[in-house]
């Protein structure tokens, strides 16, 4: 949509100072790009229904921009518009408001647009970019009750390890959190995943960046934190324990808080996001369907060909 034509001037420049607002404010690169786009679209629209100025703006235009869009098809791959893209819209509307506000702009109606339910096969997706913002925020990590550093960079290493086993290997939940420390296979660059859906085992290769990852962690710090050489787990909690796939979570959630990134704060991030991230990059970069259903362990090519349009959602 960033090239359909505005006819009005004072659009084009709420449109400039938008995209310049965003990137004060620390919104990340792709969507400083992208919500200006969707913005675009939104004057399109307003202009094609005599609505020539901001101050013109009433609430019922949005319910009726929102209509639009329901039924607007995908010019990229046909079918209509997914609820994701159209929760974007309605995010980039919000937050218009948000900017007119901040600009002093009087009497602009407030959003009252409800986010809609996604569908099965709609997942979040975070960008390569924000994946590693949640890498850099491993050496941000401060554990107030535990200030030896030693420790302290014994669960940052862990973290990283966290995001290389549901990112770079592209782990469930479950697999991961059960992994131990004997399914690595360093020589073979191998995680062997002995805990996987419906009991099906499978080899799992990671880079050299991971290899070098997990290697510093198991056997630079994961002795520290471990307070028995009895436990054989992976990851290894505060309390010397072997941690859940819930403790993953929360250390997964703490690190989105570290970026100091208000939109991935925004989005709904699990353990299993970054599963569905790995998968959108690799098909992004190339990789054959069938390998990347291998990789992440699927019984069927149909399970994995939902990330086809995860790849194509931004692509309008």
Not at 14 to 42: C, H, S
Not at 73 to 79: A, E, K
Request: with cysteine; proline share 2%; net charge positive.
């Amino acid at each position: 949509m960033k090239n359909l034509v505005l006819q009005n001037a004072s659009y084009e420049h709420l449109q400039t100072g938008f995209k310049e607002w965003l990137d004060i404010l620390g919104y990340n690169a792709q969507t400083v790009y992208n919500m200006p786009n969707m913005l675009r679209e939104f004057f399109h629209f307003l202009e094609q229904n005599q609505v020539q100025h901001i101050n013109q703006l009433q609430s019922k235009h949005y319910k009726v921009y929102l209509e639009y869009l329901s039924t607007r098809p995908n010019q990229r791959r046909g079918g209509g518009l997914g609820n994701v893209y159209l929760n974007q819209q309605i995010q980039t509307i919000e937050k218009l408001h948000e900017f007119l506000v901040h600009r002093g702009a009087a009497g602009v109606p407030a959003v009252t647009l409800k986010q809609l339910k996604l569908n099965k096969n709609e997942k979040t997706v975070l960008s390569q970019e924000e994946i590693k913002q949640l890498f850099e925020a491993t050496k941000k990590v401060n554990f107030e009750k535990d200030q030896h550093h030693a420790r302290r960079e014994a669960f940052n290493a862990r973290d990283r390890t966290m995001l290389v086993v549901f990112y770079g290997c592209g782990l469930r939940r479950r697999e991961g959190s059960s992994l131990e420390v004997d399914d690595i296979n360093f020589d073979r660059r191998i995680l062997h995943v002995r805990k996987g859906k419906n009991y099906k085992e499978r080899l799992v290769p990671f880079s050299k960046s991971s290899a070098s990852i997990l290697q510093e962690y198991v056997y630079d710090y994961r002795p520290l934190l471990t307070k028995s050489n009895q436990s054989s787990a992976l990851f290894i909690g505060i309390t010397g324990k072997a941690m859940t796939g819930g403790s993953l979570y929360g250390r997964l959630k703490q690190l989105v808080l570290l970026t100091d990134n208000p939109d991935l704060k925004n989005k709904d991030i699990g353990l299993h996001t970054l599963r569905h991230s790995i998968a959108t990059h690799l098909l992004e970069n190339g990789m054959d369907l069938q390998k990347i259903q291998r990789f992440l362990g699927h019984s069927s090519l149909e399970s994995t060909q939902i990330y086809t349009h995860l790849v194509e959602k931004n692509e309008f």
